[in-house]
T-cell receptor, first 113, second 110 residues
Framework: NAGVMQNPRHLVRRRGQEARLRCSPM?????VYWYRQLPEEGLKFMVY????????ESGMPKERFSAEFPKEGPSILRIQQVVRGDSAAYFC???????????FGQGTRLTVV | GQSLEQPSEVTAVEGAIVQINCTYQ??????LSWYQQHDGGAPTFLSY????GLEETGRFSSFLSRSDSYGYLLLQELQMKDSASYFC???????????FGSGTQLTVLP
């Protein structure tokens, strides 16, 4: 059973471009969380999704950021018109329904130049 | 919303015991978790407490007091490989989202 897969591992975008980050949860996991982490800082909650539903997006910036977890395929975190301040590590975690444990991917390091 | 506080740094020597505290403010509390992260890699799950008391898993133990909104992670017989960041996280709210503290950087000295 493969772990949580995130790709790409590293992503470089110029200011104004779009960034698309993908997360494939572990098999059988229906819950996905996205977090952002700046160097030497904690994991900031962004969004919590279940298949085809956004459960809690209270941590998502109101503009330029969106997330989805379709019935088929990976969860996508999309950042439009990226700015330098978007540079960070973005982690995805998945869990099965009712579980108390979340399993993290290796993260995507986004650098905006 | 949820907020958690934990010390930013802790230093201890090999073989020692260290306790990392976590206090939280939340509504709709379900449980407190602990995660370990090495050098910005994938955080890994260590423990989960839903009820008051101490849970022991090998060298690591975790404690929760719901009435005090407080928990701690206890690491015994410290090893160099335990140097990492440790995060407490609460599962809370109507959506049962998982919210993390800012992390405690543990440095184990020889």
């Amino acid at each position: 059973n493969a772990g949580v897969m995130q790709n790409p591992r590293h992503l470089v975008r110029r200011r104004g471009q779009e960034a698309r980050l993908r997360c494939s949860p572990m098999k059988g996991h229906s819950h996905v969380y996205w977090y952002r982490q700046l160097p030497e800082e904690g994991l900031k909650f962004m969004v919590y999704l279940q298949k085809e539903n956004i459960i809690d997006e209270s941590g998502m910036p109101k503009e330029r950021f969106s997330a989805e977890f379709p019935k088929e395929g990976p969860s996508i975190l999309r950042i439009q018109q990226v700015v330098r301040g978007d540079s960070a590590a973005y982690f995805c975690a998945s869990s099965p329904s009712g579980s108390t444990e979340a399993f993290f991917g290796q993260g995507t390091r986004l650098t905006v130049v | 919303g949820q907020s958690l506080e934990q010390p930013s740094e802790v230093t201890a020597v090999e073989g020692a015991i260290v306790q990392i505290n976590c206090t939280y403010q939340t509504s709709g509390f379900y449980g407190l978790s602990w995660y370990q992260q090495h050098d910005g890699g994938a955080p890994t799950f260590l423990s989960y407490n839903a009820l008051d008391g101490l849970e022991e898993t090998g060298r690591f133990s975790s404690f929760l007091s719901r009435s005090d909104s407080y928990g701690y992670l206890l690491l015994q017989e410290l090893q160099m490989k335990d140097s990492a960041s440790y995060f407490c996280a609460v599962k809370a709210g109507s959506a049962r989202q998982l919210t993390f503290g800012s992390g405690t950087q543990l440095t184990v000295l020889p």
